[in-house]
């Protein structure tokens, strides 16, 4: 199974020793033997806790594993060709058409009562079905100098974090970097929200991405900045290969990402864009300012669409 994806030094040191561990804590979950003659179909008790335990971050690095669930989400990953360890239902398809299914994708078929079911299930109402799969992750490294990054930077809140992926991927863009603050891209609620696109572009994290940002400026690479001023959204004209950053709602960009960034992009309101024409002071308002993944699902648009 892959390893998970921080920054990772190309010579192994500290990481690799790291990603080593993790391999290994792996293989106390997925011991079940897969490719044999006869499918596994029940759980042990620490198996079921194991999987149980995947809702909390930790627990996915620990295992290097994460939870989809419900049909819609399922049917996506399996779309995808996603590396399932599991498919855990309650039944409500054939046995045959289960094992064949999970075995086929490299993975086991189990099936699990409701009452067991809803202690694995992370929704107050589990539709009975779900993948434990390992988290496509991969390296930071990789996304220097491809020509459409995307950096969350700060962005706490899950559904968020989801929407920008999936909006990503509908554009296409090339990878999504997360910094150290960023909610988990495995986090159930971000997998719901992405709607599939997890699977669409490459994901990953690093510690530090002051250091990421460095790397990618002596590639030639733009960086620009989703913020509340700066150049209007359809006036900007971006280079690539480029990166684009969208920061936490409270805090904006972080500090020290600062002095990387070639200019600022920013959606200007109605009120906003009449003042600019008229020289007038925009009309005072509630609404200070649009969520983080509306913003930048605007400014992806427009970023991509100029990419060629």
């Avoid at 495995?186 to 002051?210: E, Q, Y």
Wanted: glycine residues 8%; aromatic residues 6%.
């Amino acid at each position: 199974m892959p390893g998970g994806c921080r920054w990772q030094d190309p010579k192994g040191g500290v990481e690799g020793q790291r990603n080593s561990l993790r391999a290994s804590r792996v293989a106390t979950l997925f011991s079940i033997q897969k490719k044999t003659d006869q499918v596994p179909v029940v759980l042990t008790e620490k198996q079921k806790n194991e999987i149980a335990s995947l809702t909390r971050r930790k627990n996915r690095e620990l295992h290097d594993a994460f939870l989809v669930e419900g049909f819609r989400s399922v049917d996506a990953a399996l779309a995808s060709g996603a590396p399932v360890n599991f498919l855990i239902s309650t039944g409500a398809t054939s046995s045959a058409e289960r094992e064949g299914l999970a075995e086929s994708l490299g993975g086991v078929a189990v099936t699990l009562k409701d009452k067991e079911m809803a202690k694995i299930s992370d929704v107050q109402n589990s539709q009975g079905i779900l993948l434990v799969v390992s988290r496509p992750l991969s390296d930071a490294v990789a996304l220097l100098g491809q020509q459409r990054i995307l950096v969350l930077d700060g962005i706490q809140d899950p559904g968020n974090v989801g929407t920008l992926l999936r909006t990503a991927a509908w554009f296409g863009v090339d990878g999504v970097l997360a910094g150290p603050k960023t909610a988990d891209f495995f986090n159930p609620k971000v997998v719901r929200a992405s709607m599939g696109g997890i699977w669409d572009v490459k994901l990953a994290r690093t510690d530090d991405l002051a250091k990421w940002f460095l790397a990618s400026t002596e590639k030639n690479t733009s960086i620009y900045a989703a913020d509340l001023n700066g150049v209007a959204v359809d006036e900007w004209t971006p280079t690539f290969p480029s990166v684009l950053i969208i920061g936490s709602e409270a805090h904006g960009i972080s500090e020290d990402l600062e002095p990387f960034l070639s200019e600022r992009i920013h959606v200007p309101s109605r009120a906003q864009a009449r003042a600019d024409q008229s020289d007038a002071p925009p009309i005072q308002r509630a609404t200070e300012s649009l969520n983080a993944a509306v913003a930048g699902a605007l400014v992806i648009s427009n970023w991509v669409r100029q990419s060629g």
